[in-house]
């Protein structure tokens, strides 16, 4: 059992969910992933919680549901890669949990990408990414406690998550 939540972060792309719903069935833990809470919470796909309540309207229901899934029993929880940015999102992760990066190349991220339902990468997506990676990755490395390079094989990575989570964080 995880002795603290687990909050991970990184690139849209990064592998956050998809890693995360898998490391935490190896291990029998939980796993909340906090867009996908915000969309069954607010009835509305991201794309359309955008278009309705604008990016500051997106990044209020974040925080929210930050702040709703600290109180739960400890489990692993995927964050958008935009709510590590807001200052007050930090702090409620670094009083509740440890944060684990999860650090994947761009040209990977890329390569299999849907951009369709994300609303900052949907015009440009390399030029949005680049962009993304220069305004968030300091961010990341300095709140990150640890980081796992998503850059070999889906397996090698999952294997490197577990071992984390269970040599790190089981109570």
């Given at each position: 059992?995880?002795?603290?939540?687990?909050?991970?972060?990184?690139?849209?792309?990064?592998?956050?969910?998809?890693?995360?719903?898998?490391?935490?069935?190896?291990?029998?833990?939980?796993?909340?992933?906090?867009?996908?809470?915000?969309?069954?919470?607010?009835?509305?796909?991201?794309?359309?919680?955008?278009?309705?309540?604008?990016?500051?309207?997106?990044?209020?229901?974040?925080?929210?549901?930050?702040?709703?899934?600290?109180?739960?029993r400890?489990?692993?929880?995927?964050?958008?890669?935009?709510?590590?940015?807001?200052?007050?999102?930090?702090?409620?992760?670094?009083g509740?949990?440890?944060?684990?990066?999860?650090?994947?190349?761009?040209?990977?991220?890329?390569?299999?990408?849907?951009?369709?339902?994300?609303?900052l990468?949907?015009?440009?997506?390399?030029?949005?990414?680049?962009?993304?990676?220069?305004?968030?990755?300091?961010?990341?490395?300095?709140?990150?406690?640890?980081?796992?390079?998503?850059?070999?094989?889906?397996?090698?990575?999952?294997?490197?998550?577990?071992?984390?989570?269970?040599?790190?964080?089981?109570?």
């Amino acid at each position: 059992m995880l002795n603290r939540q687990i909050f991970l972060i990184g690139m849209p792309g990064s592998g956050k969910s998809t890693l995360g719903r898998r490391a935490a069935r190896e291990t029998g833990e939980q796993f909340l992933d906090m867009d996908e809470w915000i969309e069954e919470t607010a009835g509305m796909d991201i794309p359309a919680i955008f278009e309705t309540y604008g990016e500051s309207g997106f990044r209020r229901m974040e925080t929210g549901a930050l702040e709703y899934l600290t109180r739960l029993r400890p489990c692993i929880i995927s964050l958008g890669g935009g709510a590590a940015m807001d200052l007050v999102n930090r702090r409620i992760m670094r009083g509740f949990g440890s944060v684990i990066l999860i650090d994947r190349p761009l040209d990977k991220i890329l390569s299999d990408l849907h951009t369709e339902s994300r609303p900052l990468l949907r015009e440009d997506p390399e030029a949005g990414l680049l962009r993304l990676e220069k305004e968030r990755m300091p961010v990341y490395r300095l709140l990150a406690d640890v980081t796992v390079r998503n850059d070999g094989t889906f397996q090698d990575t999952l294997n490197l998550l577990v071992r984390v989570l269970k040599e790190r964080y089981h109570a």
